[in-house]
């Protein structure tokens, strides 16, 4: 792990906790989306954009938000689906 410079510091001070969280979930999602470009969705197989699926929600469990063992790439049909039985 690297160590943030003065600079880094007084960079991020002015933003809350909440808004470092939406920062660094945004860089995860990309990072996520980045890594599965070339494969399938992981619920149903089909190749197109995809999206930063968490196996286990990140809002219940916030220990696995950051985990990329608990996130995949996911259709977005998938993830509107999984919203509305929700409901």
Known sequence: MTELTANQIQKYQKYSIPQLIKKAERKFNKFIRTRDLDKPCISCGRYSRLEAGHY??????PALRFNEL???GSANIVTVMRFFREI
Do not use: E, R
């Not at 286990?56 to 469990?61: P, R, T």
């Open 56 to 61: 286990y929600s990140g809002g219940h469990h």
């Open 70 to 72: 608990n996130v995949n």
